[in-house]
Structure formats: structure tokens, C-alpha cells
């Protein structure tokens, strides 16, 4: 009679309980699907570089450019990797929060740099660890590319 | 030997003429002859000439007028032969290698003393030396003592690092003071854990598939 009084468990607290039960769970893998499936594994964790976007050779590396101009219509970074030449590096705001970003690929080494904003607007990066005098009466970011495949 | 001797004298003018046609159109006109001018002296000199082409180009880009511009790239010049002057004395055999003289002369322009410049181009006879000077002169810009941060960078160099793991070097001397340690407690830690300081991560897959290449200069 107890028994048939006791409640009936809600059926959220017994999907808890079968889920803190204990259970033998039997896989049948064939071991060469298993080195397959670490091989994959081992590659996609090992290997940092995939084969999308540009080949990368032995002595360029990638340059990360960010900068928060919010409201403005186009920004690019000028430097001596591109002569100082205006409008060969232009940095985009996808998400439109005014945080513009460039991701680039430069040969290996130090260079000095400013941010071209609306055209007109020469800009430190203020993100920058490294700034010098450009002798103009401003200062320049300086950026050190290092070698991708390390 | 005559070859050599032949395409030393040619390399000269050719360097000076494409420098010429680098500049034009790119700086006011007025300052080309000038600029011309220092360029081929700096050729005669055996100093490299890139840096003050950049600076010109640089003047003009941010359309500096022709007078301030020839004086930035004399200044340049006379940074070169500064720097020219510290590698023999610190030891370099002359001529000096011209990827070393813009990287002393870089280090002079990051406000790095110029005794501690020679004395971390003693402590590595031989080049490249570009990183170890960025990490001594990234070193004092986040306010550490140059000669001390010359003396952790000489010290990962005893230990076998070299080239852009010194650049980790300082970056785990930088790091040790976000984490709120003083000046020389950082450099204390850091030296201890030499040669094993973190490496700098790779680019992700996300940034390698996002990188472009600069785009061409227009003809």
C-alpha cells in the first residue's frame, strides 16, 4: 500500500537521474578508423597554417592593423612597407562599430607606419607599443612583422 | 676581382638613378635635386640609402614641405654615419653591412644610449641584430633601465636565444609587469626562467585565411 502511495517522480527529475546513472557504453571502432580519426585530429591541432588565403613564403609573416575611428568613411595604413603610398592597404569595419582592421602580409622585419583616415587625417596608432619621432614633428608606430612558419 | 670592381662602381649610379625615380612626382619637385644629392653621398659613403628614400617619400606622403623635408633626411643621413661610426667601434670590421647601420641607426632614433647599443652589438658578433636592439629599446620604453635591459637581452643571447625570441624576452619582462611586479623584480623573473620564456603565438588560421597582400602601387 506504502508503495503505491509513494509519488511518481516528475519526469525531469527522472531524466536527472538517468542521466547521473553509471552505464557501460561499448564502442566497436576498427583501430584504422581510430588512427584516421587522430591523424585528422593531430593535423588540424599541429598545423597552424591552412591552405586558405595567400601563400605564405619562408621570409613574410602577417601584420594585424586595428584602429577605433568611429563615423569615419575610409582608413588605411601607410608605410614604409608600401612606400608611404595612401590607398594600397585599406583597413574595413565589417561590423560598422568603428573598430577598422586590416590583416596583411609583409616580408619579415621592422617598419614605421601612420593611419590615413578620411583621406586627409594622419594618425598614430595608439595600440602601438612602439612609436618614434618621424622628424616631422609627429610620431610613427613602428611594427615588427616576424616570420609565420617559425 | 676586376668584375667585382666594375659592378661596385656601376652599383653606385644605378643606385642613386632609381632613387631619383623613386622621388619624382612623390616629393615636391623643388627638393629632388637636393634629396638627388644626398642620396649619391650616401652611396659614395657605402651607407644604404633606403632610409632616406623612405623618409623623403614619407615627407611627401604627408605633404611636408621641400625645405623640411631635406632637412629630415640630412638628419637621416647623419644618423647612418652615426651609426656607421658605433659598429666599427663596437668591433664590425669595415664596410659595414648596410642592414646593420639602419638597425643601429633605428636603435639611436629609439632614443636607446649609444653605449648600450655598442655594447649589444659586441655582445652579438654577428648579424642579424635587428631583434636584440627592438627588445632592448622595447625594453626601455616600458621604463626599464637600458643598460639593465641590455644586460637581460645579452643574458638570453648567453642562453642560445637569438633573433625573435629575444623580441619574447622582452615581451615576458613586459608581461611580468602588467602582472603588477616592479622593474626589477621583472627582470629578476624573467632572467631566471631564461631560456625557456612563452613564444609568441602563431598567426591563427583565422588571420592567415583573412591576410591580403598589399595591393599593387598604381602604374
Redesign the interface.
Known sequence: MALIRRPVPSRARRLLRWLATPRSVTFRVRPVWSLAFAAVVAMLTLVPIGHEGPDIGEHEGIAQFVGRFPGAQSVHVVGSFNDWRPGSIALEDVDQDGLWRATVVLPTGAYEYMFVVDGERWVPDHLAERLVSDEFGRENSIVIVRPARR | MRLWLGLALLAGPLAAQSARA?LEG?VPGAAVPALDSLVQRAVAEGLPTEPLI??A??????Q?TAP?IV??VQ??LGQLRAARDLLIRAGDEPPVTPGEVTTVA?AL??DLPAPVVERVVAALPRPPR??AM?AV??LA??RFDPDSAADLIIAAIGRGLVR?RL?DVSAAA?HELQRGHTHAEALALVRQALPNVP??P????S???????????PP
Open positions: 623613386r612623390r623612405q623618409k617619400l614619407e615627407g611627401g606622403a604627408k611636408v623640411r632637412a629630415a638628419l637621416s633605428w632614433r629609439r635587428a631583434s627592438h629599446a622595447d620604453a616600458h625573435e623580441l613586459a613564444a609568441s602563431k598567426p591563427t588560421r588571420a592567415v585565411a583573412r591576410a591580403r597582400r598589399p595591393a599593387a602601387p
